[in-house]
């Protein structure tokens, strides 16, 4: 197997699984947020919170808390159907 080729098995493997529960898990927290269940900006705060506040047991501490960042702000500046007519 070459190197491309195992570079894009990595990447269904891994990477997709991985991606689609990122916006699985934005699509669910903007639902919510339409039916005014929850606060999405809530949820982002919360999200941010939890990075700074990583515990030193932690394996890998930063690039956890880099995907927390990225993930708050998806959810912050991710539309629903509704208003755009895309999830972005």
Same mark, same amino acid.
């Given at each position: 197997?070459?190197?491309? @080729?195992?570079?894009?098995?990595?990447?269904?493997?891994?990477?997709? #699984?991985?991606? !689609?529960?990122?916006? !699985?898990?934005?699509?669910?927290? @903007?639902?919510?947020? +339409?039916?005014? &269940?929850?606060?999405?900006? *809530? =949820?982002?705060?919360? &999200?941010?919170? *939890? +990075?700074?506040?990583? #515990? #030193?047991?932690?394996?890998?501490?930063?690039?956890?808390?880099?995907?927390?960042? !990225?993930?708050?702000? +998806?959810?912050?500046?991710?539309?629903?159907? @509704?208003? *755009?007519?895309s =999830?972005?």
């Amino acid at each position: 197997m070459d190197l491309e @080729n195992l570079i894009a098995q990595l990447g269904e493997t891994v990477s997709a #699984p991985v991606t !689609a529960q990122k916006f !699985a898990f934005v699509v669910l927290i @903007n639902a919510l947020h +339409a039916k005014g &269940l929850i606060d999405k900006e *809530s =949820i982002a705060a919360q &999200l941010e919170a *939890s +990075a700074r506040a990583m #515990p #030193p047991e932690v394996i890998s501490p930063e690039p956890i808390a880099r995907h927390m960042y !990225a993930l708050a702000e +998806a959810i912050r500046t991710s539309t629903t159907h @509704n208003e *755009s007519g895309s =999830i972005q």
